[in-house]
């Protein structure tokens, strides 16, 4: 065990100063603080000395690594006691400093009295600690020997000083603690002194203070592997704590690319501070950091962080919106940071694709803050971290001739002996700084090269020695020469990844043996509290250890991983349930595989839509590989399709929705599923219907799907799903009556879900205004918002555009909408997905566009931004047709007349030929209307084709006539015609349901 003892310097003079009351005041508040820094590290205060604490690591509990602990507890209780002095100082203007002494050995430990710790330990050794005190200087820790002996691996300490001690004849040594050791975070250690790299040293200097001075900046460093990436960011992350900067990082491994958010979190428990904290404390410190932040927000970065207090559930957010907020917060925190910050991204090119995106949302603030952010990857990675905006690359070239042999000479030494061998190695190693230390390792195993690094020397002909031909080699000789315990240490660990426990190496029934692959340089011990933890040293021997095993071997011990892992933290499963089945697939257990990968889907499911994409993708591909004799393999093939063509709207038009729609079906076929594949048609109908140029195969599916819907046993709610996957399809093809039918059997359904009934009330008032009821259809439209209130986010919206869709045609009034579509804008931006988003911006624009004293640059600006987004997500294409109507219009009035004209020729011809020709009419009137304004002899003949053309096209249904109508009035009046002017009117029989909306609503060209 090891004692700590801690006492204020001078407490007399303080007493005298401040008077006693005061003193005990201060006493309790560094008693306090100091107590709590003990326990923090797992020590026990044994008692409480008048003007200091004693405390012991190690008993009653056994603790390891008592000595290490109870060093960072004494560094942690001088921080404290500093903090607290500058209080003092202010306020009483006395000087508070204390003495730490730590003395490690046996001690008797008993029940001796009955104090309030009931616990006291005794010896000689206490009292050796307390000399220690005695001897530190003010603010200082002193060590004894046997503390110093048991902790100098892992911090930094002052040379040894022999001093006389009250009551010891002999002089006794002692050591004062400056630190611990700089903690390895990442692996590649380095005793040699860097070898050229100037330029690059100094780049990265000048990009770091110019970062520190407020114009922070993203730098990648590119290059192959061992070439000296990591080796640079060293530099960078020394010079930057010298800086005084703080430095975050987190790394990216080969066996983890497809495991979602692992790297991110990594990155943002760094960076929150909460690295080695228990959960309630780790959400304490979260909460110290953003103090102002929204509680729902909180939540979602606890769950980010993996902190998340299982007592209280995730807040019902979509996943974008979830992942809006973090955006925003994170990059809130960013800017709100005014310390420096170096943040390090190691070996990119193994990144997850969601960290990689969140990421890059993260990094668009960097250039605002005092803050640099250093990327490193090798040459294939082409992501998107590569392409930031703004970001420095510095690519690492090998090392020059001179370099490498400055390098080699460097590890190999002065001796003469060494030369002709140090000449074969620079010629191999083609200036990668790796692999002349690897093949000195070899070479040095081998004996060739005998002494240590720096001074070797070599008494074997060079003619004779064979050096490795690849870094691959000269790294797979050096573990083939390894014990077979060390062996198959190294093998486990390798399949564990880049770090590893040694918990985790037991969990794979293998008897660690760490020592000789420190010794060897191989691994190092990267962390000793809580639990010791190890990291190769570099990611390349961990790739050649994983390599070199017989697959057999490698899938036992991905399997038995697997279990560990599950069995190690049973809370944590869903979350590790994507590691756990990529190892079981590894392991060729594609049974177990599947399960897991769904269930990591299903937790990622609120997260993440892509990342819950890519699992459904993985657990495919399991079920795929399975034999057909499996039973229920077929059930398995369904289901994640099922899920991935579902959830088809996430992706736009990125995927082949068509061939897996294919595959679903002739699975369903085989197993007599029906209900899957009419869900699945029904998600298809929606996808094509939201498609603008895929209209008429949402129209003959819709049929298909009819069909089969009146054969399938199912449930209201399956049902309702079905025929307003069918309604939808109909009123986009205008097919207004056939609508009408499939939502009467709707409304026929007993114990219908609420959305499905706002939607198909949605639909049936658009229809209606569209056939020409106008009084009718604006009460059901009226009627669906309303009870929007009370519906999703994402559903509020959908339903709010088809109102606003009937704004826009001219045949509803906007000014009813107005308070709706803020609200459902507000709910959709906080709680939403994107595609709510869109639809609740489709409304506020037009909405307010139209609206008696709405704000019409406003909402001009967000249609504007929604055309944008909707070319780029491939989302929502349903409006294309009357975004463009609107935003060429408004171009055209700003003078790009003739720009306007050329993309609302292509908008009609497109929505004419495939679309709905629900909107059609928009592009086509404000392009008749542009024309018309050009006027040349050329556009009145467009105009009049197009006018002419419709006849022959139109579908019959009155109220669609409207533009049409209206475009050939503004012709006649444009030609003087007035005979086919004022003959309009009377044309619009149709509309006579209801009041005559020519005369109700404002044209559009008068926008
Ligand atoms: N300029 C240099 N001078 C001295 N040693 C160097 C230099 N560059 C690299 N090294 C040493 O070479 C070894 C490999 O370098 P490093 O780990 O930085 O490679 P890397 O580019 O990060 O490779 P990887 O892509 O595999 O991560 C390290 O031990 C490092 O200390
Ligand atoms: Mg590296």
């Known amino acids: 065990m090891t004692v700590l003892f801690a006492d204020v310097v001078h407490s007399m003079d303080i007493a005298a100063a401040v008077g006693a009351e005061r003193l005990r005041e201060i006493m309790a508040e560094l008693v306090n603080r100091a107590s709590s820094v003990v326990q923090g590290y797992g020590g026990t205060v044994d008692k409480f000395t008048g003007d200091g604490i004693m405390a012991v690591f190690g008993a009653p509990v056994a603790l390891e690594d008592h000595a290490f602990r109870a060093c960072l507890a004494a560094l942690g209780i001088q921080e404290e006691a500093k903090r607290l002095a500058v209080d003092v100082r202010e306020r009483d203007g006395v000087e508070l400093q204390l003495r730490v002494g730590l003395n490690s050995g ?78 390895r975070e990442r692996i590649g250690s380095w005793r040699e002194p860097l070898v050229g790299r100037e330029l690059e040293v100094s780049t990265i200097t000048g990009l770091l203070d110019r970062s520190m001075s407020g114009r922070g900046c993203v730098v990648c460093v590119a290059g192959p592997a061992g070439i000296g990436k990591t080796r640079l960011v060293g530099e960078a992350v020394q010079l930057a704590k010298s800086r005084d900067v703080e430095v975050f990082s987190t790394f990216c491994e080969s066996h983890a690319t497809d495991i979602a958010l692992r790297v991110v979190t990594r990155l943002w428990r760094a960076a929150a501070g909460v690295m080695g904290l228990d959960d ?239 010794k060897a340089e191989l691994i190092d011990q990267v962390r000793f509290t809580p639990r010791a933890e190890y990291a190769f040293r570099h990611p390349l021997i961990r790739a050649v250890a994983y390599e070199s095993q017989l697959k057999s071997d490698r899938a036992q011990l991905h399997r038995r991983l697997a279990a560990a892992i599950e069995v190690g933290d049973p809370q944590s499963a869903d979350e590790n349930a994507a590691l756990i089945a990529e190892h079981l697939e590894t392991a060729g257990d594609l049974h177990a595989a599947y399960r897991w990968h769904m269930r990591a889907a299903e937790w990622l499911r609120p997260r993440d839509a892509l990342a819950a994409r890519a699992r459904w993708e993985s657990a495919r591909c399991a079920a795929d590989r399975l034999p057909d004799d499996h039973t229920a393999v077929l059930d398995m093939r369904l289901a994640p399709r099922t899920m991935l063509i579902s959830t088809s709207f996430y992706v736009g038009d990125d995927v082949d929705i068509d061939g897996l729609y294919g595959e679903l079906r002739d699975l369903t076929m085989q197993t007599g599923d029906l209900r899957s594949l009419a869900l699945a048609m029904a998600g298809r109908i929606q996808w094509f219907a939201d498609h603008h140029t895929r209209v008429p195969e949402a129209a003959t599916l819709a049929t298909d799907l009819e069909e089969m819907a009146t054969g399938i046993d199912c449930d209201a709610a399956t049902k309702s799903i079905l025929l307003n996957a069918v309604a939808m399809a109909r009123f986009v093809n205008c097919e207004f009556e056939a609508a009408l039918q499939v939502i009467d059997e709707i409304a026929a359904l007993t114990e219908v879900p609420a959305v499905e009934i706002a939607l198909a009330r949605a639909i049936r008032g658009s229809v209606e205004i569209c056939l020409g009821d106008y009084e009718l259809g604006r009460r059901h439209l009226q009627e669906s918002v309303e009870q929007g209130h009370a519906l999703p986010p994402v559903v509020s919206a959908q339903i709010l555009f088809f109102s606003s869709a009937m704004v826009v045609l001219g045949m509803s009034q906007a000014d009813d909408l107005v308070d709706d579509v803020h609200e459902a804008l507000r709910r959709a931006e906080e709680f939403g997905d994107s595609s709510g988003i869109m639809a609740a911006q489709y409304s506020y624009g037009i909405t307010l566009l139209c609206a008696e004293g709405g704000s019409p640059d406003d909402a001009l600006d967000v249609l504007q931004r929604l055309r944008t987004d909707v070319e780029k997500h491939k989302m929502f ?77 139109r579908l019959n249904i009155p109220a669609l006539d409207l533009w049409w109508l209206k475009s050939r009035a503004l012709l006649a009046e444009a030609e003087g015609n007035s005979d086919y002017y004022t003959s309009w009117p009377t044309s619009t029989s149709g509309c006579a349901k209801g009041s005559t909306p020519a005369a109700d609503f404002p044209r559009r060209g008068e926008w």
């Open 877 to 953: 294409k349903l409006a294309a047709a009357t975004l463009d109507a609107v935003l060429e219009i408004d171009a055209a009035r700003k003078g790009k007349l003739d720009e306007a004209i050329d993309v609302l020729r292509a908008s009609f011809a497109l929505h004419m030929s495939s679309g709905s020709r629900v909107f059609v009419g928009c592009p086509g009137e404000a392009l008749v209307g542009l024309l018309i304004e050009r006027g040349s002899t050329d556009d009145l003949v467009e105009a009049h084709r197009i006018v002419d053309q419709w006849p022959t096209q």
């Open 280 to 518: 309630e404390n780790a959400r304490a410190r979260v909460r110290e950091r953003v103090p102002d932040a929204d509680e729902q927000d909180l939540l979602l970065v606890d769950d980010l962080l993996g902190i998340a207090d299982p007592e209280v559930s995730l807040p019902r957010i979509d996943p974008d919106a979830r992942r809006r907020r973090l955006t925003a917060l994170v990059n809130a925190a960013l800017l709100a940071r005014t310390r420096p910050a170096l943040y390090v991204i190691e070996d990119a090119h193994w990144i997850d694709a969601v960290s990689e995106s969140m990421l890059a949302d993260f990094f668009t603030v960097i250039p605002q803050t005092p803050s640099m952010v250093v990327i490193t990857y090798r040459p294939e990675y082409e992501g998107t971290l590569t392409r930031i905006h703004g970001a420095q690359t510095i690519a690492l070239a090998p090392l020059s001739d001179p370099e490498s042999s400055a390098l080699v000479a460097k590890l190999l030494g002065p001796d003469s002996s060494v030369g002709e061998v140090g000449e074969a190695i620079v010629a191999r190693a083609a200036g990668n700084p790796f692999f002349a230390q690897e093949m000195i390792r070899d070479l040095a195993e081998r004996g060739v090269l005998q002494g240590t690094i720096g001074s070797y020397v070599c008494h074997t002909d060079v003619a004779e020695v064979s050096v490795p031909a690849t870094l691959h080699a000269a790294i797979g000789a050096r573990i083939d020469r390894l014990g077979t315990g060390a062996k198959k240490t190294i093998n486990a660990a390798a399949v564990i990844g880049l770090r590893f426990t040694a918990t985790l190496l037991t969990g794979l029934e293998v008897d660690s043996v760490l020592d000789e692959l420190t």
């Open 106 to 183: 046996q001690v008797i430990a008993g029940e001796i009295g009955s104090g309030a710790l009931g616990y006291t330990a005794i010896g000689e050794q206490v009292g050796m600690a307390q000399r220690m005190e005695s001897v530190a200087p003010p603010g200082g820790v002193m060590l004894s020997e046997s503390t110093a002996r048991l902790v100098e691996h892992a911090t930094l300490l002052e040379e040894a000083e022999k001093l006389d001690i009250k009551g010891s004849d002999a002089p006794v040594v002692a050591r004062c603690l400056l630190g611990v050791a700089p903690q």
